[in-house]
């Protein structure tokens, strides 16, 4: 069964882009796609000017790490960790911590909530 087909689509950046359709109908596969978890059947994919399939799988999760972000349907935290601790943990993966980057980000969070 084919999930996609006939898809164009182009987004600019700084664009915001809302994907809706009955459940089945692709979104998640296409995100998947976009996002480098899985690869295509056919046809092409950039996503800021990669060609994704020319990337091994650790460039791919380096390039989904610096690019691309998830918002989720379900909240997917770490139970045991404060919602502070649950923010932090990407931002330490990915060596922002220490920079002096996240504590002007907590606090636009906190003032914006």
């Not at 898809?7 to 600019?12: E, G, S």
């Not at 770490?78 to 002007?104: D, F, I, K, M, W």
Request: hydrophobic share 45%; glycine share 12%.
């Amino acid at each position: 069964m084919a999930a996609l087909r006939g898809i164009d689509l182009d987004v600019r950046r700084g664009e915001l882009l809302m994907l809706v359709g009955p459940s089945g109908c692709g979104k998640t596969t296409l995100l998947s796609i976009i996002a480098a978890i899985l690869d295509k059947d056919g046809g092409q994919c950039q996503v800021l000017g990669y060609d994704l399939e020319q990337m091994d799988q650790n460039d791919r999760v380096r390039f989904r790490g610096e690019n691309i972000g998830f918002v989720f349907q379900f909240f997917n935290l770490l139970p045991s960790l404060t919602a502070l601790e649950n923010v932090t943990v990407p931002l330490l993966l990915n060596g922002v911590l220490g920079t002096g980057r996240v504590a002007p980000l907590i606090r636009w969070v906190w003032v914006s909530a």
